[in-house]
């Protein structure tokens, strides 16, 4: 079983800088990790994913640009670097893997999740 846990969320003016930490135990191997979000009153969303073979990342085209997916192998942890914030990047944040894949960034193909942090963005 892969057990993630979250960390580093906040609050943040318009324009900062948040990285959102998931430490990841308890698996053998990932095909997938990512990072979602739900705002209130909406559907979950991929936000970005990154395929453990190749280390090639993806995002959705809202934050392209601004957002940075990685891994740090040794410490069995994946980030999420998010700069230029923006109120409408307010949400939960979650981190996701599939061990055996998928489309990237819906959430079907995820099998384990985090608990979840929270991001706030003001303006």
């Known amino acids: 079983q892969v057990q993630l846990v979250e960390s580093g969320g906040g609050s943040v003016q318009a324009g900062g800088s948040l990285r959102l930490s998931c430490a990841a135990s308890?698996?053998?191997?990932?095909?997938?990790m990512a990072w979602f979000r739900q705002a209130p009153g909406k559907e979950r969303e991929g936000v970005a994913a990154?395929?453990?073979?190749?280390?090639?990342?993806y995002y959705a085209d809202s934050v392209k640009g601004r957002f940075a997916i990685s891994l740090d192998n040794a410490k069995n942890t994946l980030f999420l670097q998010m700069n230029s914030l923006k109120p409408e990047d307010t949400a939960v944040y979650y981190c996701?893997?599939?061990?055996?894949?998928?489309?990237?960034?819906?959430?079907?193909?995820?099998?384990?999740w985090g608990q979840g942090t929270q991001v706030t963005v003001s303006s």
């Open positions: 308890g698996y053998t191997s990932t095909r997938i």
């Open positions: 996701a893997a599939s061990q055996y894949g998928g489309t990237l960034l819906r959430s079907e193909t995820y099998t384990h």
């Open positions: 990154r395929l453990s073979a190749s280390g090639r990342s």
